[in-house]
């Protein structure tokens, strides 16, 4: 069975600092990865998604993230955080055709 | 593009009452649509996935007589919790997926309808 783990649950950093938030899977093939973000009360907005081809992925609001199969992580960076960026971040993966499993999130907090 | 909306966006109840919520695609047809419960502080749960057509599928644990999903329209997914109770409210959020070129895998997800059974 699929899994997605975020090992931080909680995570502080200062305005203009740069971020890099953590998922690690276990899957038996080359899953689908996304990450998504969710504001308080809100969905989620796609940042990114990982389906083939380029491991380094660029996505909304300045987000990049990384496949790498040797590690099965898909860390999402960012390389200057904004007070705006604040929210709950979740990774997920699936495959075609198939649901999402997601990660338990990581909560982001951001100093002035 | 890849809209979608829930309504309503929030809903207050009497135990034992009925409530129905509504998933659309605003901008894309979608085959399968998911829904998710989400407590406080967790992760997305999935509860059930719609084709449109078919019979949901649900996930273990799931009363698929108290969560009733029709998928009647390649637009259109509804939620009825049926004889809620407060142990029913929740966060709900529904998810679509398209079938047309370019939208691939990816689920694009509703704004969440929070549910109070008082």
């Known amino acids: 069975a699929q899994s997605v783990t975020q090992p931080d649950i909680h995570i502080t950093v200062s305005e203009g600092a740069s971020l890099e938030l953590r998922c690690n899977y276990s899957?038996?093939?080359?899953?689908?990865l996304f990450w998504y973000v969710q504001s308080p009360g809100q969905g989620l907005q796609l940042l990114l998604k990982y389906f083939s081809g380029d491991t380094l992925v660029q996505g909304i609001k300045g987000f990049e993230a990384e496949f790498k199969r040797s590690q099965s992580s898909f860390n999402l960076r960012k390389p200057s955080v904004h007070w705006s960026d604040a929210a709950e971040y979740f990774c997920?993966?699936?495959?075609?055709?198939?649901?999402?499993?997601f990660g338990g999130g990581t909560r982001l907090m951001v100093k002035p | 593009g890849a809209v979608v909306s829930q309504h309503p966006s929030w809903v207050i109840c009497k135990s034992g009452t009925s409530v129905k919520i509504e998933c659309r695609s605003l901008?894309?047809?979608?085959?399968?649509m998911f829904w998710y419960r989400q407590f406080p502080k967790q992760s997305l749960m999935l509860m059930a996935t719609?084709?449109?057509?078919?019979?949901?599928?649900?996930e273990q644990g799931v009363e698929k007589d108290k969560f009733l999903i029709n998928h009647a329209s390649l637009t259109l997914s509804t939620l009825t919790v049926t004889s809620a109770h407060p142990e029913d409210s929740s966060f709900y959020i529904c998810s679509a997926r398209g079938s047309s070129l370019g939208l691939g895998e990816t689920q694009y997800f509703g704004p969440g309808t929070r549910l109070l059974v008082l």
């Open positions: 901008d894309f047809q979608a085959t399968t």
């Open positions: 719609s084709n449109e057509g078919s019979k949901a599928t649900y």
């Open positions: 899957y038996g093939a080359t899953p689908y």
């Open positions: 997920a993966v699936g495959k075609a055709g198939n649901m999402l499993t």
